[in-house]
């Protein structure tokens, strides 16, 4: 298995979009990595369709070093998880650390709180365009954006490409930490 050995933590919160979380955890998973669901809270989550999650760890559990990847699905999870300071800065020093951060749909609005794209490359679910670019982005309409360790990446239907691209960062050991 390809990437035995590589931790990826996927944030959730209620209304997350489903197929965002279970199929690059179901991709992940058949690689060999090992993914954890990380929530404001410990427990049950619903995704914005009706699919459930078990977040098996609080943010204030984790930290940067924890991890190889860290995703931010869409949905409209990212309203909640850009409120909570916690979750900002696990996103702050897991950029610093280098590891493979990658946000799809609307999670691109938590690396906006967490002020991570003034300056770089990104894509974004439309309706999130002139958010990701007044943050100083430099917006691209492409399934897949990649910009050093940052990965985005636009709408459901882009999920094979962005999770691709995960894929290939972290067998390119593009994790500095």
């Known amino acids: 298995m390809e990437l035995t050995g590589k931790k990826i933590g996927i944030l959730v919160a209620d209304h997350f979009r489903d197929e965002e979380v279970f199929e690059p955890f179901d991709y992940f998973e058949k690689l060999g990595a090992s ?17 459930r999650v078990e977040a098996e760890k609080a943010v204030h559990e984790v930290a940067a070093r924890d991890f190889d990847a860290l995703i931010l699905p869409g949905g409209q999870a990212p309203e909640w998880l850009r409120l909570d300071e916690r979750v900002l800065a696990l996103v702050r020093d897991f950029d610093r650390a ?3 951060l990658a946000a799809i749909c609307h999670g691109p609005q938590i690396l906006i709180s967490a002020g991570l794209l003034r300056g770089r490359r990104a894509t974004c679910y439309v309706g999130v365009r002139d958010d990701v670019k007044l943050a100083g982005a430099i917006y691209s309409d492409e399934p897949v954006v990649v ?5 985005t990446s636009r709408v459901p ?14 067998l390119a050991g593009v994790r500095a930490g």
């Open 147 to 151: 910009d050093g360790n940052l990965i």
């Open 98 to 100: 280098g590891g493979v």
């Open 157 to 170: 239907e882009d999920i094979p490409a962005f999770d691709a691209a995960i894929r290939q960062a972290l």
């Open 35 to 51: 993914v954890l669901l990380v929530g404001l809270t410990r427990g049950p989550v619903k995704g914005k369709r009706g699919g």
